[in-house]
Structures are given as structure tokens and as C-alpha cells.
């Protein structure tokens, strides 16, 4: 019998060496043999084919199209119907990273059945790849920058724990960052690497100088390092902009040195769209004097692959003597073995992912996760008298440029939902008499609507004309009068993705090019909203933002405010659940609220003094991590203690003191009392903690030595400094509501 087996086991084996002449064809070889052994059978015109974003087939070798370029931001975008999630910075309100990784399991589901169409039907269109350019992992340093909205907010820890559940959930591991099968599912993209966050209006010239190694180490580095080393995110992106004088996608510090020698990064970087054309384009960088001297420069620092067209020159640039083939081979290996782990070139037999079907594009489960997140990253910032939740008998009347805007619940890099609920919908469902009072737009001026797709310094764009027009006092006392009879206002209004977004064409007064020069509500909405609390209306203001607003005015004009993001396709029923109770709003604010732009530094200032709740000294209009509920808590005095592993464990009793259940996010932060140029305080941990009306809690927290990291001038490492620490914990960040336990850790 044993002898049987050993010749069935050897005929196999046979048939295996038969069936796969080419080593690259066979599955069951490592992905770094098959791309050795694919890569010594191409051209040199056929890598440098391979190494741009649009990849062609090339049919001699049975190698298919591949399309480096998709997008996933908050579900997947820009290739059809899809789930549209809400916003990035609106689900980073939630601290709900297990409930992310779900998501983005489900977008990865539709990212992979949109792909088996396309390939089914013969052709791979931009947008429906394999490769998912997401997270964006930037902190959000400046309320001011346009693409906040794509981020987990200005935190470092905050933005590691979220970024990690993007990765794991689009790539196919588990939570726990497992890998479930020797398949990728996709592959993710941490971006921007490595200091980057605007300006969008200068992004493609700025050269940003003199950061300090505490700023790069302690607040610009840590996610990116932690997706590559923990996450085992396939791909990077490198930014637009210059650090000391180097573009990002030739800086062999950055994408040598520090990412591939000290990390230990094994996948591949790609460039932003037209960052190489940068390199030598007349009034940017400047830094090469043609395309092939500019392509060389990037691929021998170390990006393999080019979205634009300039690498189609590295042909001239190898006869030029400035790159070498051997180095050319070095970026295909790795680009291969990245499409060789998403079984590109193998069979659905043998790729389990091949066999999703289009059905399960935007199906049941997938609407009611897009409604859950929506609900969780709901923040309530301010509710006089309890106002807030709202008895749906009561005559409701609602305006506001937002109110019936679908489009402005997709936010950015959105896909199409096949049914989205608009805020007016939302609030229908609940008080279906709820009136409709048009008239106040967004600003004073025309806007249109624009999608963020960078390519070549441009952008295509869907327009869609809003109203136009001042919004003169007649047109106020109008308005107003409208609403005369009305119990309740709910004033739907804010910004949008047609005033923010990436490197847009928009120029009217507190916005330039994407971004904002002022952090103020438009003033259209800052006189409705006046003149309905002059009038003696109950107003509540309900806020759509992608970024933090200047409220000061509204805080006394609003007796409700409610910041709720851009909220997706549920977005208008998750907002009206929150009004009128059927949902307690949990969410907390991933990024300071400003009272106003006075207390800002510079834009284009890089240095994280006064910046953030880390480092800001002011008073905020709202702290991070700060939001209520319709119900309360109580933090109790806790205790903390060394353990022999040198970890700190932190325990303390939660008390739900309201009557109602509800979910707080408890935050731990620490600060070292000796460092007198570090952060005021940073965040080390969070949970939800749901508890009904009366239960407490015994709530526990273990810090790892890791989490005491901090950056040590003298040895230019991160590492953990002995001395006194504060542990903090508490329902935000705020100084005056936090516990405060002292301990004091010892060298090594």
C-alpha cells in the first residue's frame, strides 16, 4: 500500500513538471521563484511595460493585463455601482477598528468580484485592478488641508490601529493580522510616504525642509512603519513633494534607508500620479532635465512602479548609461511577486477569490455596515437642555444646502450607490410631515462638483451646479419666515467634496485649490442660522464636514450641534436615528475643533508645535476625542501597576450614570513628566465599552513597553526613556476631564 502512494505521489510530481515547462506558471512555487524565473524571459521593453500602472499583456508569455490603479477609500471607488461607506475621517470617529475591518472585508469582496467581470469580460479598466491604493495614513496635522477627509485624523496611534484594519480586511488576513490563505486577496497601499499633508495648491513644486526627528519619528513615521512591519501591507506610495530638497519618489533616505534597510519592507513602492514628471517639468521640482533621467532616478531609488507615462523612457535611459537593467530587474521581481500572491496569473480552480460573484456587490450585509458605521461616527458636540433626541410629533422644518445633497454623503474617490438616503429622506422616516425650506447654499458663490483624480496635474470631473447667488437679508427674512410655524429647525449644512477635496480648481472666498484658508462656517449659513435663533427657533445644526469647523457663532446659536461627516450612502438614516433617539451617538472627534484660524500656525509649517491636541496649548472650541451621548458616565478612580514583562496594566471602574445604555470610547494617554519638549499627551489606547443604564464596568488596559516609545536625541533611536509617566484615562482628551495615575519606569 505505501509503495502504491509513493508512485501515486511520484506520478503527481511528474505530471506537475509536465504541466509546468515554465517555473513562473506553476502555483506551487514560491512567488519569488516564479518572478525570477517570468523576469529573465522579458525584454527590456517588456519589464519597463510592466512597470506603469496601465500594465499590457503580453501574449507570448501569457502574461495578463494588469491595472496597478483602484480605489478604495471608504468602499470601492470610481468603477461603478458599489457600497459607499461613510468617509474616512467619519469612520475614524467610531475608534471602531474591528467594526473597519469588516468593511473593508466587505469592499474587498466587491473589489474582487467587479475585478472577475472585468476579466471575464477580456479587458481591465482603470479603477478595476487588484491593487487598492488605500489607506491614506497622512496625518492630519491642519484642519486647512483638503484630503483630511481621507484620513484617520491627527493622531498617530488613532490612525495605526485604523490603518491596520483597512489592511488586514482588503488583504484577506484575519483581524489579528493572520494570513488566511497563501492567496492575497488584494493588495493595500499605505500612502502618502512619508511627510505629506498639503498644500494641495502647491503640492507638485513644495519642498518641505528642517523636520525635526522627533516630528518625522514620533508623528509622521509610526503608521507606516507599523502597517509594513505588522500590517505586511504589499505596497507604498510615495508623495508628491520634496523632503530637503529630494522628491519623495527619489529619496533613497526614505525609501531606502529607512523603509527597506530598517524596516524590512519586501513589496513595492509605486508614485503618486505624475510625481515623476514633477522630477522635470518647467516650474516643479526641477530636479532632472528629461523623462528618462528623471525615471532612472526614481526606479534606482527605489519605486517600481510609475502611475503616469514617464518610465516608457527608461529604455533611453539605460543606453544613456543612467540605470542599468540590473536594476530595472530588481523593480519587476517585486512587482511580479506582488501579482503572483494575488494568483494573477492562476486559475479560479486555484485561486478561491476568482469565484465572487457580482451578487455580492453592495447585498444586504453591506447596506446595514454602511448604516453601522455611519451610526458610529456620529458625534454629538453639543445638546442645550436636551434638547436632542427630537419627539417626532413635533412640526419639523428642514434647510440647509446639505439637506437633499446625495452627493455629499459619498464624499471623495466615491463609488456609485445604487440607493442613497439623503438627510431630508432620513429625517421623512421618522417625522413624514418634516418640511423642506430651499433657498441657503453653501456660500455666497456658484459651486461646482469635482472628483478627486489626479493624472498628469489634472483632474476629470463630474460637474453639478449648485445654487447660486447671495444670500442677501431679504433672502434670510425669507427663510426664516418659512419656518415661522415650525417647533424645531434642523439646519443641514456645512461643506463639502465640492469645496475640499484633492488639488481642485475651486476659488471662492476660504477655499484655494482644494483646500481652505479659512476654518469658519461659510457666512451664507452663518446668517440663517443666526437669524433662526433671533427669531426664537430651537435650531439644530446639524454639520457635514470632511474636516474640523470653526463653530464659535453657532455654539450660541444652535441649541444642538451634530458633526456627522460625510456619511455614505445610509448617511441621511443613521443621521435621523441619531436625531430622534433610536440611535445613541458614540462617536468621538478624531482631530481638534478650533475656535479659530488665529489659533493655527502656518500651513505650510511642518513643525508640530502648538499643532494638535499633542502639542496644542489653547483652549479648542472641541477637543479630540471628545463627544457626548444621551446618556452619561462616570470614570473612577483606577490603579496601574509594573508588571515583570515591564508592561503597565491599568484598570478603573466605568459607571453608566444615565438612563439609558450607551457606548463610550475610553482613551488612555500618557506623557512623561521629565520630557519637557514632548507631547502634553498622547494616545496609547481606546475602547468601546457599552454598559446599560446603572452597570459598571471593571474596565482593563495593558501597555506594552512599546507603547512608552519615545524619540531619544542622543541616540536618534525610539526607544523607551526611564522616568516618571502619567497615565491619563478618561472620555477625551481634555486635561480637566481626565484621571491622572502616576508611575515611574526604570532603565530597561
Not at 162 to 184: F, S
Not at 196 to 223: K, Q, V
Not at 366 to 378: G, N, P
Amino acid at each position: 500500500m505505501r509503495r502504491i502512494l509513493a508512485m501515486a505521489g511520484f506520478t503527481l510530481l511528474m505530471l506537475g513538471g509536465t504541466m509546468f515547462a515554465q517555473q513562473y506558471k506553476n502555483p506551487n512555487l514560491p512567488v519569488e521563484e516564479r518572478a525570477a524565473d517570468l523576469c529573465r524571459r522579458l525584454t527590456l521593453e517588456e519589464k519597463v511595460a510592466l512597470m506603469q500602472n496601465a500594465s499590457p499583456a503580453i501574449p507570448r508569455l501569457d502574461i495578463p493585463q494588469f491595472e496597478w490603479w483602484s480605489e478604495a477609500l471608504h468602499g470601492v471607488g470610481l468603477n461603478g455601482k458599489a457600497t459607499v461607506f461613510p468617509a474616512t475621517i467619519g469612520m475614524a470617529a467610531s475608534f471602531n477598528d474591528t467594526l473597519l475591518y469588516k468593511v473593508y472585508c466587505a469592499a474587498s469582496d466587491e473589489a474582487r468580484a467587479k475585478n472577475n467581470e472585468a476579466c471575464r469580460s477580456g479587458e481591465i479598466k482603470r479603477f478595476q485592478g487588484l491593487s487598492f491604493w488605500t489607506p491614506n495614513v497622512n496625518i492630519f496635522r491642519d484642519p486647512r488641508w483638503g484630503r483630511g477627509q481621507e484620513t484617520y485624523g491627527e493622531d498617530p496611534y488613532l490612525t495605526t490601529r485604523m490603518g491596520l484594519a483597512v489592511v488586514r480586511g482588503l488583504q484577506g488576513y484575519t483581524i489579528d493580522g493572520i494570513r488566511k490563505d497563501r492567496w492575497l486577496k488584494l493588495l493595500a497601499c499605505a500612502k502618502h510616504f512619508a511627510v505629506h499633508s498639503g498644500p494641495e495648491w502647491s503640492r507638485h513644486s513644495f519642498n518641505l525642509e528642517n523636520i525635526s526627528s522627533r516630528d518625522l519619528w514620533e508623528t509622521y513615521l509610526p503608521a507606516f512603519k507599523s502597517l509594513v512591519q505588522e500590517g505586511g501591507v504589499r505596497e507604498v506610495m510615495c508623495a508628491y513633494q520634496r523632503i530637503d530638497g529630494e522628491p519623495c519618489c527619489g529619496n533613497t533616505r526614505y525609501l531606502q534607508q529607512i523603509l527597506r534597510d530598517e524596516w524590512g519592507f519586501k513589496g513595492l513602492v509605486v508614485s503618486d500620479c505624475s510625481a515623476i514628471s514633477d522630477f522635470h517639468v518647467k516650474g516643479r521640482h526641477g530636479v532632472a532635465g528629461s523623462e528618462h533621467e528623471a525615471s532612472a532616478m526614481a526606479v534606482r531609488a527605489g519605486t517600481d512602479v510609475e502611475c503616469g507615462r514617464n518610465y516608457r523612457s527608461l529604455p533611453e535611459a539605460v543606453a544613456a548609461g543612467e540605470i542599468t537593467e540590473a536594476e530595472i530587474d530588481r523593480s519587476v521581481r517585486r512587482l511580479l511577486e506582488a501579482r503572483f500572491e494575488v494568483g494573477d496569473f492562476d486559475y479560479e480552480s486555484v485561486v478561491p477569490y476568482k469565484n465572487i460573484p457580482m451578487s455580492i456587490v453592495n447585498r444586504k450585509e453591506h447596506r446595514e455596515l454602511a448604516l453601522q458605521m455611519a451610526r458610529e461616527s456620529i458625534v454629538l458636540l453639543q445638546n442645550k437642555k436636551s434638547i436632542l433626541p427630537l419627539s417626532p410629533d413635533l412640526n419639523v422644518a428642514v434647510m440647509g444646502p446639505n439637506a437633499v445633497d446625495s452627493m455629499m454623503l459619498w464624499g471623495n474617490y466615491y463609488g456609485r450607490p445604487f440607493h442613497t438616503v439623503t438627510v431630508l429622506d432620513g429625517i421623512r422616516r421618522f417625522a413624514p410631515s418634516a418640511r423642506y425650506i430651499p433657498g441657503c447654499t453653501f456660500t455666497d458663490q456658484a459651486v461646482g462638483q469635482q472628483t478627486g483624480v489626479p493624472y498628469d496635474g489634472t483632474q476629470p470631473k463630474e460637474v453639478k451646479t449648485a445654487e447660486s447667488g447671495r444670500t442677501t437679508g431679504a433672502d434670510v427674512a425669507s427663510i426664516v419666515g418659512q419656518a415661522s410655524d415650525a417647533d424645531v429647525v434642523i439646519f443641514v449644512g456645512g461643506i463639502s467634496s465640492k469645496l475640499e477635496g484633492e488639488e481642485m480648481k475651486v476659488k471662492l472666498p476660504g477655499f484655494r485649490g482644494g483646500d481652505r484658508t479659512d476654518i469658519e462656517l461659510p457666512e451664507a449659513q452663518r446668517r440663517v442660522i443666526a437669524a433662526l435663533h433671533e427669531a426664537g427657533k430651537k435650531v439644530v445644526f446639524v454639520n457635514c464636514s470632511g474636516s474640523a469647523m470653526a463653530m464659535v457663532p453657532e455654539t450660541e446659536h444652535a441649541d444642538a450641534i451634530v458633526q456627522a461627516w460625510y456619511a455614505g450612502e445610509q448617511g441621511g438614516l443613521a443621521i435621523a436615528e441619531t436625531l430622534f433617539g433610536s440611535n445613541n451617538p458614540s462617536g468621538k472627534l478624531p482631530l481638534t475643533f478650533y475656535k479659530n484660524l488665529s489659533q493655527l500656525p502656518d500651513y505650510e509649517d511642518y513643525n508640530m508645535n502648538n499643532r494638535t491636541y499633542r502639542y496644542f496649548r489653547g483652549e479648542p472650541l472641541y477637543p479630540f476625542g471628545y463627544g457626548l451621548s444621551y446618556t452619561t458616565f462616570q470614570y473612577k478612580k483606577g490603579k496601574a501597576g509594573l508588571q515583570k514583562d515591564g508592561s503597565v496594566r491599568l484598570s478603573f471602574q466605568l459607571k453608566n450614570t444615565g438612563k439609558r445604555a450607551g457606548t463610550e470610547i475610553a482613551q488612555v494617554y500618557i506623557r512623561c513628566t521629565e520630557d519637557v519638549n514632548g507631547p502634553i499627551k498622547t494616545l496609547r489606547d481606546f475602547r468601546r465599552i457599552t454598559l446599560q443604564p446603572g452597570e459598571t464596568q471593571t474596565v482593563s488596559f495593558v501597555l506594552q513597553p512599546v507603547q512608552f516609545d519615545t524619540f531619544d536625541e542622543s541616540t536618534h533611536t525610539m526607544r523607551v526613556m526611564p522616568g516618571e509617566y502619567e497615565i491619563m484615562y478618561g472620555g477625551s482628551s481634555a486635561g480637566h476631564s481626565l484621571k491622572k495615575i502616576n508611575i515611574k519606569l526604570l532603565e530597561n
